[in-house]
Protein backbone atom coordinates (compact mmCIF):
# COMPACT_ATOMS: atom_id res chain seq x y z
CA UNK A 1 0.00 0.00 0.00
CA UNK A 2 1.43 3.41 -0.92
CA UNK A 3 0.89 6.12 1.62
CA UNK A 4 -0.05 9.20 0.47
CA UNK A 5 1.13 12.19 1.81
CA UNK A 6 0.01 16.12 1.83
CA UNK A 7 3.17 16.68 -0.45
CA UNK A 8 1.60 14.64 -2.81
CA UNK A 9 -2.31 15.24 -3.01
CA UNK A 10 -0.81 18.78 -3.21
CA UNK A 11 1.50 18.49 -6.31
CA UNK A 12 -1.21 16.16 -7.70
CA UNK A 13 -4.07 18.61 -7.68
CA UNK A 14 -1.40 21.55 -8.88
CA UNK A 15 -0.88 19.34 -11.79
CA UNK A 16 -4.28 18.97 -13.05
CA UNK A 17 -4.98 16.59 -15.86
CA UNK A 18 -6.76 13.75 -15.93
CA UNK A 19 -5.11 12.52 -12.19
CA UNK A 20 -6.29 15.23 -10.52
CA UNK A 21 -9.58 13.99 -9.61
CA UNK A 22 -8.01 11.21 -8.44
CA UNK A 23 -5.82 13.47 -6.08
CA UNK A 24 -9.23 15.71 -5.07
CA UNK A 25 -10.85 12.14 -4.06
CA UNK A 26 -7.80 11.40 -1.68
CA UNK A 27 -7.65 14.85 -0.58
CA UNK A 28 -11.34 13.82 0.72
CA UNK A 29 -10.18 10.43 1.92
CA UNK A 30 -7.35 12.11 3.91
CA UNK A 31 -9.41 14.41 6.95
CA UNK A 32 -12.78 12.53 6.43
CA UNK A 33 -12.48 12.11 10.43
CA UNK A 34 -13.46 16.03 10.67
CA UNK A 35 -16.75 14.83 10.07
CA UNK A 36 -17.20 12.73 13.26
CA UNK A 37 -14.84 15.36 14.83
CA UNK A 38 -17.85 17.84 14.35
CA UNK A 39 -20.50 15.84 15.39
CA UNK A 40 -19.10 15.35 18.72
CA UNK A 41 -17.66 19.23 18.71
CA UNK A 42 -20.55 21.33 17.82
CA UNK A 43 -23.68 18.75 18.01
CA UNK A 44 -23.86 19.19 14.46
CA UNK A 45 -26.22 16.94 12.35
CA UNK A 46 -24.14 13.83 10.20
CA UNK A 47 -25.28 15.24 6.89
CA UNK A 48 -24.94 18.49 8.10
CA UNK A 49 -21.17 17.87 8.84
CA UNK A 50 -20.60 15.96 5.82
CA UNK A 51 -21.98 18.86 4.02
CA UNK A 52 -20.02 20.95 5.80
CA UNK A 53 -17.00 19.10 5.07
CA UNK A 54 -17.44 18.60 1.15
CA UNK A 55 -17.88 22.78 1.27
CA UNK A 56 -14.51 22.75 2.99
CA UNK A 57 -13.04 20.21 0.43
CA UNK A 58 -14.07 22.25 -2.50
CA UNK A 59 -12.94 25.59 -1.03
CA UNK A 60 -9.38 23.75 -0.16
CA UNK A 61 -8.76 22.70 -3.62
CA UNK A 62 -10.44 25.64 -5.79
CA UNK A 63 -7.26 27.96 -3.73
CA UNK A 64 -5.00 25.32 -4.16
CA UNK A 65 -5.74 25.14 -8.04
CA UNK A 66 -5.86 29.19 -7.42
CA UNK A 67 -2.61 29.49 -5.73
CA UNK A 68 -4.16 30.97 -3.36
CA UNK A 69 -2.90 28.28 -0.41
CA UNK A 70 0.84 29.33 -0.08
CA UNK A 71 1.55 26.11 2.03
CA UNK A 72 2.64 28.41 5.08
CA UNK A 73 0.46 25.90 7.20
CA UNK A 74 0.56 22.09 6.32
CA UNK A 75 -3.15 20.93 4.31
CA UNK A 76 -4.14 19.09 7.75
CA UNK A 77 -4.15 22.84 9.68
CA UNK A 78 -5.24 24.51 6.27
CA UNK A 79 -8.44 22.32 6.02
CA UNK A 80 -8.85 22.06 10.16
CA UNK A 81 -9.38 26.30 9.75
CA UNK A 82 -11.65 26.57 6.95
CA UNK A 83 -13.90 23.45 8.18
CA UNK A 84 -14.03 24.98 12.06
CA UNK A 85 -15.20 28.11 10.40
CA UNK A 86 -17.59 26.87 7.98
CA UNK A 87 -19.11 24.53 11.13
CA UNK A 88 -19.12 28.06 13.05
CA UNK A 89 -20.96 29.74 10.52
CA UNK A 90 -23.65 27.20 10.29
CA UNK A 91 -24.14 27.34 14.23
CA UNK A 92 -23.89 31.11 13.69
CA UNK A 93 -26.76 31.06 11.04
CA UNK A 94 -28.91 28.93 12.81
CA UNK A 95 -28.53 31.06 15.87
CA UNK A 96 -29.21 34.14 14.12
CA UNK A 97 -31.87 32.56 11.53
CA UNK A 98 -29.65 33.56 8.92
CA UNK A 99 -29.82 30.45 7.08
CA UNK A 100 -31.54 31.36 3.59
CA UNK A 101 -28.11 31.33 1.50
CA UNK A 102 -29.90 32.33 -1.78
CA UNK A 103 -30.84 35.53 -1.03
CA UNK A 104 -27.56 36.58 -0.78
CA UNK A 105 -24.17 36.62 -3.47
CA UNK A 106 -21.94 33.74 -3.24
CA UNK A 107 -19.12 34.14 -0.65
CA UNK A 108 -16.93 32.85 -3.68
CA UNK A 109 -18.98 35.20 -6.04
CA UNK A 110 -16.73 36.38 -8.87
CA UNK A 111 -18.01 39.81 -7.94
CA UNK A 112 -15.51 39.73 -4.93
CA UNK A 113 -12.82 40.48 -7.30
CA UNK A 114 -13.69 43.84 -7.99
CA UNK A 115 -12.63 46.71 -5.76
CA UNK A 116 -15.00 47.97 -3.46
CA UNK A 117 -16.62 50.69 -5.28
CA UNK A 118 -17.41 49.00 -8.42
CA UNK A 119 -17.98 45.55 -6.77
CA UNK A 120 -21.17 48.05 -5.72
CA UNK A 121 -22.32 48.92 -8.64
CA UNK A 122 -22.12 45.56 -10.02
CA UNK A 123 -24.10 43.88 -7.26
CA UNK A 124 -26.81 46.55 -7.58
CA UNK A 125 -27.70 45.66 -10.74
CA UNK A 126 -27.16 41.39 -10.36
CA UNK A 127 -29.96 40.24 -10.89
CA UNK A 128 -30.48 37.73 -7.96
CA UNK A 129 -32.79 35.18 -9.06
CA UNK A 130 -31.53 34.82 -12.48
CA UNK A 131 -28.96 31.92 -10.77
CA UNK A 132 -31.44 29.36 -11.41
CA UNK A 133 -32.46 30.11 -14.77
CA UNK A 134 -28.71 30.24 -15.58
CA UNK A 135 -28.49 26.90 -14.07
CA UNK A 136 -31.14 25.34 -16.36
CA UNK A 137 -30.17 27.14 -19.88
CA UNK A 138 -26.77 25.51 -18.89
CA UNK A 139 -28.56 22.05 -20.07
CA UNK A 140 -29.39 23.64 -23.25
CA UNK A 141 -26.29 24.75 -24.41
CA UNK A 142 -24.68 21.43 -25.77
CA UNK A 143 -22.63 19.28 -23.63
CA UNK A 144 -19.32 19.97 -24.99
CA UNK A 145 -19.83 23.91 -24.35
CA UNK A 146 -20.68 22.90 -21.56
CA UNK A 147 -17.97 20.42 -20.69
CA UNK A 148 -15.90 23.19 -21.47
CA UNK A 149 -17.66 26.20 -18.91
CA UNK A 150 -17.38 23.63 -16.22
CA UNK A 151 -13.69 22.67 -16.58
CA UNK A 152 -12.73 26.22 -16.92
CA UNK A 153 -14.66 27.43 -13.55
CA UNK A 154 -12.78 24.05 -12.10
CA UNK A 155 -9.56 25.77 -12.50
CA UNK A 156 -8.06 24.31 -16.13
CA UNK A 157 -6.59 27.13 -17.66
CA UNK A 158 -7.42 27.33 -21.59
CA UNK A 159 -4.04 25.56 -22.26
CA UNK A 160 -5.05 22.34 -20.20
CA UNK A 161 -8.47 22.64 -21.87
CA UNK A 162 -7.10 22.43 -25.04
CA UNK A 163 -4.87 18.99 -24.33
CA UNK A 164 -7.83 17.42 -22.54
CA UNK A 165 -10.58 18.39 -25.16
CA UNK A 166 -8.29 18.01 -28.40
CA UNK A 167 -8.59 21.66 -29.47
CA UNK A 168 -5.89 23.05 -31.21
CA UNK A 169 -4.39 26.00 -29.66
CA UNK A 170 -5.59 27.75 -26.07
CA UNK A 171 -6.70 30.77 -28.71
CA UNK A 172 -9.13 28.35 -29.84
CA UNK A 173 -10.07 27.49 -26.44
CA UNK A 174 -10.81 31.25 -24.99
CA UNK A 175 -12.90 31.93 -28.24
CA UNK A 176 -15.15 28.73 -27.88
CA UNK A 177 -15.26 29.18 -24.25
CA UNK A 178 -16.56 32.83 -24.56
CA UNK A 179 -18.96 31.76 -27.99
CA UNK A 180 -20.33 29.58 -25.03
CA UNK A 181 -20.70 31.98 -22.67
CA UNK A 182 -22.85 34.24 -25.70
CA UNK A 183 -24.64 31.49 -26.32
CA UNK A 184 -25.55 30.88 -22.78
CA UNK A 185 -25.88 34.73 -22.53
CA UNK A 186 -28.45 34.20 -24.94
CA UNK A 187 -30.33 31.66 -24.05
CA UNK A 188 -30.81 33.38 -20.61
CA UNK A 189 -32.61 36.82 -22.37
CA UNK A 190 -34.75 34.89 -24.27
CA UNK A 191 -36.43 34.21 -21.51
CA UNK A 192 -36.24 37.25 -19.71
CA UNK A 193 -37.35 39.13 -22.68
CA UNK A 194 -40.30 37.20 -23.18
CA UNK B 1 -18.42 36.96 -29.86
CA UNK B 2 -18.54 40.60 -28.95
CA UNK B 3 -15.03 42.42 -27.82
CA UNK B 4 -16.88 43.53 -24.23
CA UNK B 5 -17.59 39.44 -23.34
CA UNK B 6 -13.60 39.09 -24.27
CA UNK B 7 -12.48 42.36 -22.30
CA UNK B 8 -14.21 41.37 -19.66
CA UNK B 9 -13.16 37.93 -19.26
CA UNK B 10 -9.21 39.33 -19.81
CA UNK B 11 -10.13 41.46 -16.88
CA UNK B 12 -11.12 38.22 -14.58
CA UNK B 13 -8.71 36.04 -16.06
CA UNK B 14 -5.91 38.77 -14.96
CA UNK B 15 -4.41 39.77 -18.53
CA UNK B 16 -5.23 43.17 -17.98
CA UNK B 17 -2.34 45.37 -17.21
CA UNK B 18 -2.78 47.60 -14.16
CA UNK B 19 -3.86 50.44 -16.13
CA UNK B 20 -6.32 48.69 -18.55
CA UNK B 21 -8.12 47.11 -15.03
CA UNK B 22 -8.22 51.00 -13.73
CA UNK B 23 -9.77 52.01 -17.08
CA UNK B 24 -11.95 49.01 -16.93
CA UNK B 25 -13.00 49.78 -13.43
CA UNK B 26 -13.89 53.32 -14.46
CA UNK B 27 -15.46 52.20 -17.54
CA UNK B 28 -18.14 50.31 -14.96
CA UNK B 29 -18.70 53.45 -12.74
CA UNK B 30 -19.60 55.11 -16.15
CA UNK B 31 -21.10 53.18 -18.74
CA UNK B 32 -24.11 51.52 -17.11
CA UNK B 33 -24.66 48.92 -20.60
CA UNK B 34 -20.92 48.26 -19.74
CA UNK B 35 -21.56 47.62 -15.91
CA UNK B 36 -24.76 45.22 -16.94
CA UNK B 37 -22.85 43.14 -19.12
CA UNK B 38 -20.04 42.66 -16.80
CA UNK B 39 -23.03 41.76 -14.30
CA UNK B 40 -24.37 39.36 -16.74
CA UNK B 41 -21.11 37.75 -16.99
CA UNK B 42 -20.14 37.24 -13.47
CA UNK B 43 -23.86 36.18 -12.72
CA UNK B 44 -22.68 33.16 -15.44
CA UNK B 45 -19.60 32.57 -14.30
CA UNK B 46 -21.09 31.90 -10.28
CA UNK B 47 -24.17 29.58 -11.64
CA UNK B 48 -21.68 27.64 -13.22
CA UNK B 49 -19.79 27.90 -10.42
CA UNK B 50 -22.53 26.72 -8.34
CA UNK B 51 -23.38 24.19 -10.75
CA UNK B 52 -20.10 22.70 -10.49
CA UNK B 53 -19.69 22.87 -6.95
CA UNK B 54 -22.97 21.06 -6.81
CA UNK B 55 -21.57 18.05 -9.35
CA UNK B 56 -18.51 17.85 -6.90
CA UNK B 57 -21.04 17.92 -3.79
CA UNK B 58 -23.03 15.04 -5.44
CA UNK B 59 -19.17 13.46 -6.60
CA UNK B 60 -18.22 13.64 -2.56
CA UNK B 61 -21.65 12.35 -0.93
CA UNK B 62 -20.66 9.15 -3.36
CA UNK B 63 -17.41 8.80 -1.69
CA UNK B 64 -18.83 9.72 1.83
CA UNK B 65 -21.41 6.98 1.50
CA UNK B 66 -18.67 4.41 0.21
CA UNK B 67 -16.61 5.80 3.32
CA UNK B 68 -19.10 5.64 5.89
CA UNK B 69 -20.89 1.97 4.66
CA UNK B 70 -18.03 -0.83 4.58
CA UNK B 71 -18.26 -2.81 1.71
CA UNK B 72 -18.48 -6.31 1.63
CA UNK B 73 -14.97 -6.20 0.78
CA UNK B 74 -14.04 -4.57 3.86
CA UNK B 75 -16.24 -6.40 5.68
CA UNK B 76 -14.42 -9.82 4.85
CA UNK B 77 -11.35 -7.89 5.83
CA UNK B 78 -12.49 -6.48 9.15
CA UNK B 79 -14.06 -9.94 10.25
CA UNK B 80 -10.58 -11.83 8.81
CA UNK B 81 -8.59 -9.28 10.74
CA UNK B 82 -10.87 -10.00 13.94
CA UNK B 83 -10.56 -13.98 13.64
CA UNK B 84 -6.54 -13.34 13.35
CA UNK B 85 -6.75 -11.33 16.01
CA UNK B 86 -8.62 -14.18 17.95
CA UNK B 87 -6.36 -16.82 17.15
CA UNK B 88 -3.38 -14.54 18.03
CA UNK B 89 -5.06 -14.07 21.44
CA UNK B 90 -6.04 -17.53 22.03
CA UNK B 91 -2.49 -18.44 20.82
CA UNK B 92 -0.85 -15.88 23.26
CA UNK B 93 -2.93 -17.32 25.91
CA UNK B 94 -2.19 -20.62 25.07
CA UNK B 95 1.30 -19.84 24.48
CA UNK B 96 1.51 -18.10 28.10
CA UNK B 97 -0.13 -21.04 29.88
CA UNK B 98 1.92 -23.13 28.21
CA UNK B 99 5.02 -20.94 29.45
CA UNK B 100 3.83 -20.99 32.40
CA UNK B 101 3.86 -24.45 32.95
CA UNK B 102 7.20 -25.18 31.78
CA UNK B 103 8.77 -22.76 33.55
CA UNK B 104 7.00 -24.23 36.81
CA UNK B 105 8.18 -27.64 35.78
CA UNK B 106 11.31 -26.38 35.38
CA UNK B 107 11.34 -25.11 38.86
CA UNK B 108 9.93 -28.33 40.39
CA UNK B 109 13.16 -30.15 38.56
CA UNK B 110 15.36 -27.49 39.96
CA UNK B 111 13.81 -27.66 43.35
CA UNK B 112 14.28 -31.25 43.32
CA UNK B 113 17.92 -31.51 42.34
CA UNK B 114 18.89 -28.98 44.56
CA UNK B 115 17.66 -30.71 47.56
CA UNK B 116 18.15 -34.35 46.51
CA UNK B 117 21.19 -34.85 43.25
CA UNK B 118 23.40 -32.13 44.61
CA UNK B 119 25.45 -34.79 46.80
CA UNK B 120 24.87 -38.08 46.07
CA UNK B 121 25.40 -40.99 49.02
CA UNK B 122 28.54 -42.33 49.32
CA UNK B 123 27.09 -46.16 49.56
CA UNK B 124 28.83 -48.77 51.11
CA UNK B 125 29.16 -51.69 49.02
CA UNK B 126 29.66 -50.10 45.37
CA UNK B 127 33.11 -50.47 44.04
CA UNK B 128 35.90 -48.23 44.33
CA UNK B 129 35.82 -46.65 40.98
CA UNK B 130 31.76 -45.64 41.80
CA UNK B 131 32.60 -44.06 44.36
CA UNK B 132 35.47 -42.06 43.02
CA UNK B 133 33.16 -40.94 40.33
CA UNK B 134 30.22 -39.98 43.27
CA UNK B 135 33.20 -37.73 44.70
CA UNK B 136 33.85 -36.34 41.68
CA UNK B 137 29.87 -35.62 41.10
CA UNK B 138 29.90 -34.18 44.63
CA UNK B 139 32.60 -32.09 43.89
CA UNK B 140 31.13 -31.00 40.89
CA UNK B 141 33.78 -32.20 38.40
CA UNK B 142 31.65 -33.48 36.16
CA UNK B 143 34.23 -34.41 33.45
CA UNK B 144 35.97 -36.45 35.97
CA UNK B 145 32.79 -37.91 37.19
CA UNK B 146 31.61 -39.04 33.49
CA UNK B 147 35.33 -40.38 32.84
CA UNK B 148 35.25 -42.31 36.02
CA UNK B 149 31.78 -43.50 35.43
CA UNK B 150 31.58 -44.39 31.93
CA UNK B 151 34.04 -47.69 31.64
CA UNK B 152 31.77 -49.07 34.37
CA UNK B 153 28.63 -49.21 32.33
CA UNK B 154 29.84 -51.77 30.29
CA UNK B 155 30.65 -53.92 33.40
CA UNK B 156 27.47 -56.39 34.45
CA UNK B 157 27.82 -55.91 38.49
CA UNK B 158 28.47 -52.29 37.98
CA UNK B 159 26.00 -51.18 35.14
CA UNK B 160 22.93 -50.13 36.45
CA UNK B 161 24.55 -48.05 38.98
CA UNK B 162 26.91 -46.43 36.34
CA UNK B 163 24.70 -45.61 33.72
CA UNK B 164 22.08 -44.04 36.95
CA UNK B 165 25.02 -42.13 37.89
CA UNK B 166 26.73 -41.35 34.41
CA UNK B 167 23.13 -39.91 33.65
CA UNK B 168 22.96 -38.16 36.49
CA UNK B 169 26.14 -36.58 36.04
CA UNK B 170 24.95 -35.73 32.43
CA UNK B 171 21.65 -34.02 34.32
CA UNK B 172 23.68 -31.77 36.12
CA UNK B 173 25.99 -30.60 33.54
CA UNK B 174 22.65 -30.17 31.51
CA UNK B 175 24.16 -32.27 29.01
CA UNK B 176 20.16 -33.12 28.70
CA UNK B 177 20.13 -35.63 25.29
CA UNK B 178 22.90 -37.58 26.77
CA UNK B 179 21.47 -38.10 30.28
CA UNK B 180 17.94 -38.79 28.30
CA UNK B 181 19.81 -41.78 26.58
CA UNK B 182 21.24 -43.23 29.76
CA UNK B 183 18.14 -42.98 31.80
CA UNK B 184 16.50 -44.73 28.66
CA UNK B 185 19.07 -47.75 28.82
CA UNK B 186 18.46 -47.84 32.78
CA UNK B 187 14.67 -47.89 32.22
CA UNK B 188 14.87 -50.96 30.08
CA UNK B 189 16.31 -52.59 32.56
CA UNK B 190 15.14 -55.79 34.41
CA UNK B 191 15.41 -54.21 38.23
CA UNK B 192 13.69 -54.40 41.11
CA UNK B 193 13.79 -51.07 41.85
CA UNK B 194 14.13 -48.98 38.53
CA UNK B 195 14.36 -44.90 38.94
CA UNK B 196 14.94 -44.50 34.94
CA UNK B 197 11.75 -43.22 33.87
CA UNK B 198 11.70 -41.16 37.35
CA UNK B 199 14.68 -39.31 36.26
CA UNK B 200 14.10 -39.12 32.60
CA UNK B 201 10.57 -37.28 33.47
CA UNK B 202 12.71 -35.04 35.97
CA UNK B 203 15.18 -34.66 32.95
CA UNK B 204 12.25 -33.50 30.46
CA UNK B 205 10.83 -31.41 33.20
CA UNK B 206 14.69 -29.31 33.86
CA UNK B 207 14.62 -29.34 30.19
CA UNK B 208 11.10 -28.09 29.42
CA UNK B 209 11.96 -27.72 25.43
CA UNK B 210 9.16 -28.13 22.99
CA UNK B 211 6.56 -31.12 24.12
CA UNK B 212 9.14 -31.93 26.90
CA UNK B 213 6.54 -31.11 29.37
CA UNK B 214 3.61 -33.57 27.73
CA UNK B 215 6.29 -36.52 28.11
CA UNK B 216 7.17 -35.59 31.15
CA UNK B 217 3.30 -35.99 32.23
CA UNK B 218 3.03 -39.02 30.37
CA UNK B 219 5.90 -40.75 31.84
CA UNK B 220 5.02 -39.20 35.62
CA UNK B 221 1.20 -41.03 35.18
CA UNK B 222 2.93 -44.10 34.54
CA UNK B 223 4.79 -44.09 36.88
CA UNK B 224 1.90 -43.35 39.39
CA UNK B 225 -0.32 -46.37 37.81
CA UNK B 226 2.13 -48.86 38.02
CA UNK B 227 3.48 -47.41 40.99
CA UNK B 228 7.34 -47.85 39.97
CA UNK B 229 9.55 -45.87 41.48
CA UNK B 230 9.03 -42.05 42.92
CA UNK B 231 5.21 -42.61 42.40
CA UNK B 232 5.09 -40.13 45.14
CA UNK B 233 6.68 -37.83 43.91
CA UNK B 234 5.10 -38.32 40.70
CA UNK B 235 1.45 -37.78 42.73
CA UNK B 236 2.63 -34.59 43.83
CA UNK B 237 4.36 -33.04 40.88
CA UNK B 238 1.29 -34.00 38.91
CA UNK B 239 -0.77 -32.48 41.60
CA UNK B 240 1.14 -28.99 41.16
CA UNK B 241 0.57 -28.85 36.89
Known sequence: MVLITEHMILQGIKAGGASRRNYEQKLYDLFFYLIREAEKKYGIQPEEAASVYSDTVLAVIKNIV???FEGNSSLKTYCYQIFTNKCVDLLRKRTTNRGKMEDTIPYDSLVYELPDETRSIIQKIIVKDERQQILEKLNEIGDKCKEL???????????EIAAHMKYNTADVVKTTRLRCLEKLKLKITTITSK | MSD???????YFTGALSDIEKSDFEKRCAADQSFAKEVAEYISMRDAINEYLKQQKREDLATQHQELSTPSNSTKIIVLKRIAYLAAACILLTIGWFSFLRHSKSQLIAANYISENLNTLGLNMGVSDSLQMGITAYNSK????AERLFNPLTHRPATAPEAIKYLGLTYLADKQYDAALKNF???ASMSLHINPGLFYKALTLMERSEGTDWQ???????????KKLYGYQQAINWINQF
Do not use: W
Open chain 2, 215 to 225: QAKKILQQIID
Open chain 2, 184 to 186: DQL
Open chain 2, 4 to 10: SINYIDN
Open chain 2, 141 to 144: SYTE
Open chain 1, 66 to 68: AEK
Open chain 1, 149 to 159: LLMFEDGYNDK
